[in-house]
């Protein structure tokens, strides 16, 4: 038996990376990782935001069975998730770096919890949970940061004390005398905003070699009306100062991505020089994507590629070398924890390794969900075959054939020729989630949370106005 170690960053767009074929985004580290194990090219986040996301990698649910549907609704261990498997197993099971759960105090399935990073105040961004059109209100700061450009940040800081953390956590581990396997999971923050990067990393990326924003509506694109209404929360493109400083924004995301794999590449130089690689499963993944000015939106919260697809890298001892087009969650990541162990886990989710393993499945259905910041109604994805559907209550829905249209350029559900195709999405839809009974239990969930806080006013002095402030580090 091998140890496992799962590194995921945070809002990791899956195209933005070199191994996948990026034109220009250097990612060495993950590039080798990936040239000598398994690449998931169709991989997706149950939820394109990260509390929501976090809680059910913990658990291996959906989110419409963990009911944690928004970033005030973080995990507390209440549900038990695959590191309480491994701590029932015996196994030695830590974390370095960010969780997003409540507090460091909850039973979260960890042996001892390193540098967490916790929601802000222990209840999060209760403000978002309100979310009816009538009641809601529209985010103060700037969602991406006052500053964008070259420089540092607490989350740069935070990375770096996260990555010394997880050196010093595999040299530690090599030197005792013990033969036990272990888990370690290491959460790093970039590249999510604010979108301040170390300036060697921002000059990799300068204004003219960003390409044009695809979709904008500026060249005419019409968003669909829940993504318009979504976006209108922050409205982080209509938040720049010029266009300069929109391409500073993307030089800077991908700037934060290149910053990401060195850190990576450091915690596996160090496992490598430890003696443990050859007995170490690594997976690299992140929680969900971001949009980098795609349809002229930033951050994540919608169910286009740009936000809900995630990188997920797996290599190690008995892992095929190759790509692997089955669509995948990170509930299979869930999943292959223990798994790996040979511990039973409950879980929505199905090994990595199986799936690595076995031929092709690419009519394999996977369901992502967003009933957070800014939507005024649940809003659902089904990935089956190389057809995508999204449905919104109260809104059309949009089908994309992602074998002919990667870049989700053409929404075919309006068009008769596809009226089958879509009447059978969604029949396939249905038999994985009842959407408006789960659109109704989590508008009834969060207005119990907020009555609980004391209501609407009380609600909206709680946590944090933004990103979450990152722990303190030394």
């Not at 916790?118 to 999060?124: K, L, N």
Request: with cysteine.
């Amino acid at each position: 038996m091998t140890n496992f170690l799962v590194i995921m960053s945070d809002e990791h767009q899956a195209r933005a990376m070199g191994c996948a074929e990026h034109p220009f985004v250097q990612t060495p580290n993950l590039d080798a990782l990936a040239a000598r194990g398994t690449r998931f090219s169709n991989a997706y986040t149950p939820c394109p935001i990260c509390v929501p996301a976090r809680a059910s990698f913990a658990t291996g649910q959906p989110v419409h069975v963990t009911r944690l549907w928004d970033n005030a609704m973080p995990y507390t261990g209440q549900i038990k998730g695959w590191g309480h498997a491994l701590q029932r197993g015996g196994i030695p099971v830590e974390s370095i770096g960010k969780l997003h759960y409540r507090a460091p105090e909850d039973p979260a399935g960890f042996d001892t919890e390193h540098l967490p990073m916790m929601v802000a105040d222990g209840v999060g961004m209760v403000w978002a949970s309100i979310r009816r059109e009538d009641e809601r209100v529209s985010a103060k700061p700037r969602m991406l940061g006052e500053y964008i450009g070259p420089g540092q940040s607490k989350y740069t800081e935070y990375d770096a004390a996260v990555t010394k953390r997880s050196e010093e956590w595999l040299l530690n581990r090599a030197e005792e005398d013990d033969d036990q396997p272990w888990c370690l999971y290491v959460g790093l923050v970039a590249p999510h905003f604010p979108l301040v990067c170390p300036q060697e990393f921002f000059e990799m990326y300068p204004s003219d070699i960003l390409p044009p924003a695809k979709l904008h509506p500026n060249q005419g694109h019409v968003r669909h009306p829940w993504v318009e209404k979504q976006n209108a929360m922050m409205d982080s493109e209509n938040r720049f100062d010029s266009e300069e400083e929109r391409l500073a924004a993307m030089s800077a995301y991908f700037g934060l991505t290149s910053w990401l794999d060195s850190n990576v590449g450091r915690i596996l130089n160090v496992l490598q020089a430890s003696g443990m690689a050859d007995d170490t499963v690594v997976v690299y993944t992140s929680d969900h994507g971001d949009n980098v000015g795609a349809r002229g939106l930033w951050g994540k919260s919608n169910l286009y590629e740009e936000s809900v697809a995630i990188p997920m890298i797996m290599a190690g001892p008995n892992v095929p070398i190759g790509i692997c087009e089955t669509p995948v969650s990170l509930l299979d990541l869930s999943a292959t924890i223990p798994a790996h162990f040979c511990l039973d886990f409950a879980c929505a989710g199905q090994s990595l390794f199986e799936i690595a393993a076995a031929p092709p499945h690419l009519h394999r259905a996977i369901l992502s969900q967003y009933h957070a910041a800014g939507a005024v109604s649940g809003a659902f994805m089904l990935r089956q075959g190389g057809w995508k559907l999204n449905q919104y209550i109260g809104f059309e829905p949009e089908l994309f054939d992602l074998l002919e249209d990667p870049e989700e350029l053409t929404n075919l559900a309006p068009d008769p020729r596809y009226k089958d195709k879509l009447l059978r999405m969604q029949e396939a839809m249905s038999h994985h989630v009842d959407i408006e009974a789960v659109d109704a239990l989590a508008f009834n969930d969060q207005a119990d949370l907020i009555a609980q806080y004391g209501g609407r006013e009380a609600a909206l002095k709680l946590g944090a106005p933004g990103a979450t402030p990152p722990p303190r580090v030394t």
